[in-house]
């Protein structure tokens, strides 16, 4: 079984419509992460999680929030979607072992598409 | 703040020849290195990590990496590709005073072996 599983896989809602993308880990992980990417831009950081209580804005927070209803459990939601929220959508976990060296462990990725 | 620059968008090459794909980076403190590696509908996994010691770092599946402060470059090298290896590579960057939420990625490069 995979260790960082996402659901959906794909998604094709529309305009204005709340999305929720949920990310599950079975590495017993404390940090969790959710990247968007696009074509030319390579992965950008929207949440970060260091624990259950302490959940952080990335680099591109707008639009979106997260909750973190667990250890293992880490979701982001789009209140409302719009078009320019298509995009491969990757949960990440980590483990601190040594202090900004982290190895990230990937899900398989939501594609997201916003007609 | 940290940046990573990756040189070639797409690298195609034959099948059993060397391949090196560039990666340079800014920062204006020490920083981490590493490359990750997307294969076709997959999430990312590690390559390969910089954190100090040997400039020469060895990773999965026959690449290396070396890095070079005064050219601030960590370029990826692989002496003879395979089939397998098409995918997508990034290179990514964390300050070594900051917490694992800084890692940047750079935009990628698309390495396509031709048989």
């Known amino acids: 079984d995979a260790d960082v599983t996402q659901t959906p896989r794909n998604r094709i809602t529309k305009t204005g419509k709340r999305i929720m993308l949920e990310c599950s880990q079975t590495?017993?992980?404390?940090?969790m992460y959710w990247y968007r990417q696009d074509p030319g831009l390579g992965l950008r950081l929207i949440y970060y999680?260091?624990?259950?209580?302490?959940?952080n804005k990335g680099e591109i927070s707008d639009g979106y929030s997260v909750s973190r209803q667990a250890q293992a459990k880490f979701s982001l939601s789009l209140e409302s979607a719009i078009p320019n929220q298509t995009a491969l959508y990757f949960c990440?976990?980590?483990?601190?072992?040594?202090?900004?060296?982290?190895?990230?462990?990937f899900g398989p990725g939501t594609r997201l598409t916003v007609l | 703040a940290q940046s990573v620059t990756q040189l070639d968008s797409q690298v195609p090459v034959f099948e059993e020849a060397p391949v090196e794909l560039r990666c340079n980076y800014s920062?204006?403190?020490?920083?981490?290195l590493f490359w990750y590696v997307q294969y076709p509908n997959q999430g990312l996994q590690l390559l390969l990590k910089y954190l100090s010691g040997s400039t020469l770092v060895k990773g999965i599946n026959g690449f290396e990496a070396e890095f070079n402060k005064s050219q601030t470059s960590f370029h990826l090298r692989k002496p003879s590709v395979h089939i397998s290896d098409t995918a997508e590579y990034f290179c990514a960057v964390s300050r070594t005073n900051f917490g694992n939420e800084k890692l940047t990625f750079g935009t990628g490069t698309r390495l396509t072996i031709i048989p």
């Open positions: 920062s204006s403190v020490s920083v981490y």
């Open positions: 999680s260091f624990d259950v209580k302490d959940i």
């Open positions: 590495k017993g992980h404390d940090r």
């Open positions: 990440a976990t980590s483990d601190p072992a040594s202090w900004g060296a982290d190895t990230q462990y």
